[in-house]
């Protein structure tokens, strides 16, 4: 038996991608629950700030602490609101500056079709397995998020900036011209940000997800309506766990659930 309070899992990139779940009894690794039985018991809810037993409201955190915290100012979700680099506080400057003031990447995934995003450098690969995203690319590299921001924007009138999830786990992305993509992505660019282009350093990361079978369908599980859930794990692709019978479930999307795992 397994306990704890969801937080997203830790990823190491390997061939496929590795998995943990971090529980009170240390990290889970998930990938070595393929195609064993696993049922999830809904216990309760924690923020994941003040750590008090209250109901979720967002991203893992209570309703005071989704509007007070900083780690979820409006510029999390669009960088182009980013205001450190002029020395503007939002909600704590502090935090703002160590968050915003780093080298930040706009880039190119493909998960259910060619999207484009923004992350801070030392986020890769991580952000493309959170998405999951089987290939991706960096175009841009800036010094802050506002900058980044600067870029999605341009983009986005080209690109889509969001991800089909259910054709994500389906697995249906069609393949694309890269290099035709890519040039096709510098064109929308600014000229403010034509400097930062990589010019000679263009590669793509290829993911692998230890998937042993896709979904044709997808139903979600939640948590609140289906407190007890159990079945056969026969993949994970994102944050999320694919089981045999169609359900998935988003660990992400259920941050600060508490639960109780146990594995046959």
């Not at 890769?124 to 175009?139: F, K, N």
């Not at 350093?201 to 997800?209: H, T």
């Not at 079978?213 to 139903?219: A, F, I, L, N, Q």
């Not at 859930?229 to 660990?251: A, C, M, P, R, S």
């Amino acid at each position: 038996m397994f306990e704890g309070t969801l937080k997203k899992m830790q990823t190491e990139l390997a061939d496929p991608i590795n998995y943990f779940l971090n529980t009170k009894e240390g990290f889970l690794h998930m990938n070595q629950c393929l195609g064993r039985i696993i049922q999830i018991q809904h216990s309760g809810s924690q923020c994941l700030h003040c750590n008090q037993l209250l109901p979720i409201f967002r991203q893992g955190y209570c309703k005071s602490c989704f509007f007070e915290s900083p780690a979820t100012g409006d510029w999390i979700m669009r960088p182009e609101l980013s205001k450190a680099h002029l020395g503007e506080v939002d909600r704590d400057l502090e935090y703002e500056q160590k968050m915003q003031l780093q080298p930040h990447v706009v880039y190119l995934a493909l998960s259910s079709h060619l999207k484009v995003g923004v992350t801070r450098k030392s986020q890769l690969p991580t952000r493309w397995i959170d998405q999951g995203a089987h290939e991706a690319a960096v175009l841009i590299e800036v010094p802050n998020r506002y900058l980044a921001g600067v870029g999605e924007v341009a983009l986005k009138a080209h690109f889509s900036d969001k991800t089909n999830w259910r054709k994500m786990l389906q697995h249906q992305a069609e393949p694309i011209a890269w290099e035709e993509e890519r040039i096709k992505a510098l064109d929308c660019l600014p000229n403010e940000l034509k400097p930062y282009i990589k010019e000679h350093d263009f590669w793509v990361q290829k993911l692998q997800f230890p998937v042993l079978h896709y979904p044709e369908k997808v139903s979600s599980l939640n948590l609140i309506k289906t407190p007890l859930f159990e079945g056969k794990l026969t993949g994970i692709k994102g944050q999320y766990l694919l089981f045999e019978d169609q359900t998935v479930f988003n660990v992400r999307s259920n941050e600060g659930q508490r639960v109780k795992l146990s594995i046959d």
